[in-house]
């Protein structure tokens, strides 16, 4: 009888085992359930954000949610947003118990601030050092982002709340100067800090460099000069690079030519090199005749970004054909050779910058252009035919005419601003003006939009501005079409403004209900321009002409990490996509490469050294995408060495086109959209070249 009865203790186990795994159940139900609310919520932030909805009691409620991550994403979300409602609320966030939203909630308002009226930011900005610093466990981001938005009335201020010794936020405070410098704001005080992070030694910054050298020349650095010098030592390449622009800034102040020399000629890092030839473009080779060797010597060099570099910036010395020494005689042989590359050794890139070089130095049309230019690609031939305007050689009118009549968007642009250069280079040639004038009324009927923009910029330029070409502009804008034409939208919409014709206003009045707002925004401006009436408050915000893709299904199918093969002529290139800070850009990249193969045979069109390679235009020049455009992602990712970026027209105008940067560049954080990281194949990166293919982008799942 008692062996039917299970022993008391196997009960109470048995008994104890079903309520830890009732328990377990229901604690795993409950945190799915918790998961699945957060996701909504996201979600609906998410949607709110790309909408552009107007801040409201939608995202103030979500920015008090009980749910630090929603509470993040809700802060977050303002700094895209950027409206100025929202800056109370995110001014108490500051406060956050959590601090990734604390840290969210100072981004935000560097994002925003700028967007208030001057005597605005001087009430926010002392609310913030006076009274939130001491409060916020975000004091450092804050720092840094008052830089983004603060008056130089607060400079003095901020200095003494964050950079006295032992300057707990020396850092922050040190990108917040970088960022006030440049907006082309900077103090005494300033530098006086920035000197003391920037000397050698291993306190050294980077970024005090980089903000000293975005400062540019002033009585303080140019004194300091000989002790900065021993940076050129410094093992951080991203210090050296920006001493050379510094010093280059500064014109050699205090016989520093021979430093940038050296590292022209020795610096193991090629974004140095380039760097310090761009520093030796702004001497005066009169003074200093070693200068030429330098250059010369780089023509030759092993990476291509540097000897394009020197090639693009001899010119910028003051360099004369007419000089018989030796080492001049030399340099125009060589430019001459790699100029007309009758042996077909020479990279097309080397050809072009050498016969620009060659054409400016001599004042007269590049040879290789006379002589069977058309079986050129048009890449090159673009450039000859600048080059050919940028000479002032009064013979290439005639040949620059006959190039506008042509049939590529590329060489009819080139021819443009090839015409443009040269009348510009002679002002005093009425006929010249008049005749570059009318080619860029009669090109404004092309209906391409890079041959438009171009037209309509050039006819901003008062040597060109004429009544007869309102009308041809308008019928210009008539033909455009949004989203895909939104950049030269504003392009002939600010021409429109600056000729201040009064037929141009029931156009543009029109625009203001277009849903585009940057072309709203241009057409406001315009119509201020013409009336002097404020016209900003008649903008109807809408949402017509921005993808709204709101395929969250989708979204959640992508793996937390999301990778990107980027298979390329030169190789690969491993990205991570980020796609926390830009879902809807990372949901755009992987459906464009998967679902339309989009990427695919595209090529690189754009190469900056030592700032960008950029990519992912069906057009191959700068003006394609794919046929709608995004919303601007901010997010605080900065923008380091390897960051992928979206490129745009404006705010809101991202579409396919993403670069990578060769080098750090603050001047993009917060203006772009960072898409991912480089993880794999940087040296890939720094090897891209114009024309260079993109054979696919893969993504890995």
Not at 115 to 122: A, N, P, T
Not at 247 to 258: M, N, P
Not at 354 to 381: D, N, T, V
Not at 469 to 474: D, I, S, T
Request: glycine share 10%; aromatic share 4%; proline share 4%.
């Amino acid at each position: 009888m008692c062996n039917s009865v299970p022993p008391p203790v196997k009960t109470h186990f048995l008994a104890f085992a079903i309520v830890v795994v009732s328990n377990q159940a229901h604690l795993q139900t409950t945190q799915e359930q918790r998961e699945e609310i957060r996701l909504e919520k996201i979600e609906s932030i998410l949607r709110l954000q790309d909408l552009r909805a107007p801040f409201d009691g939608r995202v103030a409620a979500l920015m008090s949610d009980d749910d630090p991550v929603v509470r993040r994403r809700a802060i977050l979300a303002c700094g895209s947003l950027q409206d100025t409602s929202a800056i109370g609320l995110l001014t108490r966030a500051l406060c956050d118990s959590d601090s990734s939203a604390a840290a969210a909630a100072a981004f935000a308002l560097g994002q925003t601030g700028l967007r208030l009226s001057e005597r605005g930011r001087e009430s926010l900005q002392s609310e913030l050092i006076r009274k939130r610093l001491p409060q916020t466990r975000a004091a450092g981001r804050l720092v840094e982002e008052i830089g983004k938005f603060g008056t130089a009335e607060c400079l003095s201020d901020l200095i003494a709340a964050a950079g006295v010794p032992p300057g707990r936020y020396a850092e922050n405070l040190i990108m917040s100067l970088a960022r006030f410098a440049i907006r082309g704001i900077s103090s005494p005080e300033g530098v006086k800090f920035l000197l003391r992070y920037a000397q050698p030694g291993i306190l050294t910054r980077w970024q005090a460099v980089y903000a000293l050298q975005r400062i540019g020349e002033n009585a303080q650095t140019r004194a300091a000069i000989g002790s900065l010098s021993g940076l050129e030592r410094h093992g951080d390449p991203l210090v050296r690079m920006n001493l050379a622009v510094l010093i280059g800034k500064l014109r050699g102040a205090g016989g520093q030519a021979d430093l940038l020399e050296r590292m022209a000629n020795a610096d193991r890092d090629w974004r140095v090199r380039v760097n310090a030839l761009r520093g030796l473009g702004q001497m005066s080779w009169k003074e200093d005749k070693g200068v030429v060797t330098t250059f010369r010597r780089a023509f030759s060099d092993r990476n291509l970004h540097v000897a394009v570099t020197s090639l693009s910036a001899l010119a910028g010395i003051g360099f004369d054909a007419r000089d018989t020494a030796a080492g001049a005689l030399e340099t125009m042989r060589q430019l001459d050779s790699m100029g007309s590359n009758t042996s077909g050794s020479v990279a097309w890139q080397i050809q072009a910058e050498a016969a620009a070089a060659l054409a400016k130095i001599e004042g007269r049309i590049p040879r290789s252009l006379l002589s069977g230019g058309e079986l050129m690609r048009p890449e090159l031939r673009g450039r000859l035919i600048r080059a050919a305007g940028e000479s002032g050689d009064p013979a290439a009118q005639e040949l620059l005419l006959a190039a506008v009549a042509e049939n590529d968007p590329v060489i009819v642009s080139a021819s443009l601003e090839g015409l443009r250069s040269l009348a510009l280079r002679h002002p005093e040639n009425r006929a010249l003006a008049d005749s570059a004038s009318s080619a860029a009324i009669r090109s404004l009927g092309r209906q391409d939009m890079a041959i438009v923009s171009t037209a309509a910029d050039m006819l901003k330029d008062s040597l060109f501005r004429r009544s007869a070409a309102v009308l041809p502009l308008l019928k210009a804008l008539e033909e455009l079409r949004l989203p895909g034409d939104t950049e030269t939208m504003q392009d002939v919409v600010r021409t429109l403004g600056v000729l201040r014709d009064s037929r141009a206003t029931g156009a543009l009045l029109e625009l203001l209900r277009c849903g585009d707002q940057p072309v709203a925004q241009a057409a406001a401006e315009a119509l201020g321009q013409i009336t002097g009436n404020d016209y900003a408050g008649m903008i109807v915000r809408d949402t017509l002409h921005v993808t709204t893709d709101f395929d969250f299904a989708f979204l959640r199918s992508l793996p937390p990490v999301v990778r990107a093969r980027l298979h390329t002529s030169r190789g690969d290139i491993l990205i991570e996509l980020d796609r926390e800070g830009a879902p809807f850009t990372t949901m755009s990249i992987v459906k464009l490469s998967e679902q339309r193969m989009f990427f695919r045979g595209l090529t690189f069109h754009r190469v900056v050294p030592n700032f960008v390679v950029q990519g992912g235009d069906p057009r191959g020049d700068g003006w394609g995408g794919p046929g709608y455009s995004l919303r601007s992602e901010f997010s605080m990712s900065p923008f380091g060495t390897g960051t992928v970026g979206i490129a745009s027209a404006g705010k809101d105008t991202e579409g396919s086109q993403f670069f990578i940067t060769h080098s750090p560049q603050p001047h993009l954080d917060g203006r772009y959209t960072v898409a991912g990281n480089v993880v794999e194949g940087m040296d890939v990166v720094d090897e891209l070249q114009v024309g260079d293919r993109i054979y696919d982008i893969l993504i890995l799942r």
